[in-house]
């Protein structure tokens, strides 16, 4: 028989008999992984050799694999902002004999390899069987460096984009990765996806996957917090949640990092019919006083759409 596991946030933390004891996930995925782990390894039977390895651990206390230490695993936490890797240390003072915390920053090339962070440090990487990547933007590219099988992977996709769309974070930067490029370089790993959450998508390697009931994106619908921005032939910017509620505003939330925006076209002049001399006005306004230093390339734009053919 099968096990979904796919389908349920798990916000309940007795769906999977509760947390041992500890830290708990941002969205559940620590139960999640508590039933796939003990589907693959025949309850709780863990390979003494296996470890876990999760970056950025930020300062652990939302840890996807923090539960781990309660079941005896070993495991890395690599985390590259200084503070956040001091309350790291302070959090987990107590489990220097199972868990290696490293300062470092992963990333896709040269010393910034997981491979190489790991090696650097005594640790032989195949012995990773579970892997957590949150590192808010190369987290595809990442992926993409592993050269070994997993057992599992946890991984941050962003929830703004639409199972359709093909987008990967460009090199350096913090956009985040749509989660159909995530699941396409997924596949080239032989990962089977068995589960999503508002923020991770998690994966288990395709010889186990007999044990799981597998998901293609289609069969998945968006969690409460996959926001989706669209954008009105007025100009309006429209926001849904996953749920296709609407929670669009005149001023609405930009981006996980803080700091909000507001509507690009005053709600006055939103119209098709009339205002569009108006409209151009108000926007190149806006460049002048917000972005000065765009205005010759809102100008280059402007000319190549209307005077160009």
């Excluded at 390899?113 to 987290?139: E, Y």
């Excluded at 007999?210 to 429209?238: C, W």
Aim: neutral net charge; charged residues 20%; proline residues 3%.
């Amino acid at each position: 028989m099968k096990v979904n596991i796919g389908l349920t946030r798990c916000n309940d933390n007795h769906l999977f008999g509760g947390r041992e004891e500890g830290w708990e996930a941002q969205f559940g995925e620590d139960k999640i992984i508590s039933a796939a782990l003990d589907l693959i390894y025949s309850s709780n039977s863990y390979p003494a050799d296996t470890l876990f390895c999760e970056f950025g651990a930020s300062d652990g206390s939302l840890s996807n694999l923090s539960f781990l230490l309660a079941r005896g695993w070993c495991g890395v936490f690599i985390e590259v902002d200084k503070k956040r890797f001091s309350k790291l240390k302070t959090l987990f003072s107590g489990n220097e004999s199972q868990l290696k915390l490293i300062q470092a920053r992963v990333g896709v090339h040269g010393d910034f390899l997981l491979s190489n962070i790991l090696q650097s440090n005594k640790i032989n990487p195949i012995a990773v069987k579970v892997l957590s990547i949150d590192i808010d933007g190369d987290d595809a590219l990442v992926l993409e460096t592993v050269q070994w099988d997993l057992d599992l992977l946890v991984i941050e996709y962003n929830p703004s984009f639409s199972f359709d769309v093909l987008y990967t974070n460009p090199v350096g930067g913090q956009i985040g990765n749509s989660p159909l490029a995530i699941c396409q370089i997924a596949k080239k790993k032989r990962l089977a996806l068995v589960a999503l959450t508002e923020s991770n998508l998690i994966f288990v390697n395709e010889s186990f996957e007999h044990l799981f009931e597998v998901f293609d994106l289609k069969d998945l619908k968006p969690q409460k917090n996959s926001l989706r921005f669209a954008m009105g032939y007025d100009g309006t910017i429209v926001r849904t949640d996953g749920l296709s509620n609407d929670t669009t505003s005149e001023v609405m939330q930009a981006g996980w990092g803080g700091g909000f925006m507001v509507q690009p076209i005053p709600k006055i002049v939103r119209s098709m019919s009339k205002y569009r001399r108006l409209r151009y006005l108000f926007s190149f306004y806006q460049v002048v006083v917000t972005r000065p230093f765009n205005i010759p390339a809102v100008v280059s734009a402007y000319l190549r759409r209307f005077y160009v053919k």
